[in-house]
């Protein structure tokens, strides 16, 4: 019943910033959503998470201070606006719902989206 679809991915240099978009589609309860990120070789690892009202986020050590999450719920549409991004940080990044809020693990989100990708040049 439920779809996540990102988007807003590509190609940015050292320094830049890009924002990636999650947009739901379909009735669920699993409305506290994630972001996650996968790089080649690389487990899949927490990125940052917002609770269904959008007044509640965490975020990994990592990108802290550099990405903030927000949704925007009228919209069905969650954000993840990526500043002074580093080459670490190329990936693929996936949108992600929970019944539960802000959640780290992915065993513990319900559903996920495609993924987006991100490449960082130095």
């Known amino acids: 019943q439920v779809q996540l679809g990102e988007s807003g991915g590509g190609m940015v240099q050292a320094g830049g910033s890009l924002r990636v978009s999650c947009v739901a589609s379909?009735?669920?309860?699993?409305?506290?959503m994630g972001w996650f990120r996968q790089a080649p070789g690389k487990e899949r690892e927490f990125v940052a998470a917002?609770?269904?009202?959008?007044?509640?986020?965490d975020y990994a050590d990592s990108v802290k201070g550099r990405f903030t999450i927000s949704r925007d719920n009228a919209k069905h549409t969650v954000y993840l606006q990526m500043n002074s991004l580093k080459p670490e940080d190329t990936a693929s990044y996936y949108c992600?719902?929970?019944?539960?809020?802000?959640?780290?693990?992915?065993?513990?989100?319900?559903?996920w989206g495609q993924g987006t990708q991100v490449t960082v040049s130095s």
């Open positions: 379909g009735r669920t309860f699993s409305n506290n």
């Open positions: 992600a719902a929970s019944r539960r809020p802000l959640r780290k693990r992915p065993d513990e989100y319900d559903y």
């Open positions: 917002i609770d269904w009202s959008g007044r509640t986020t």
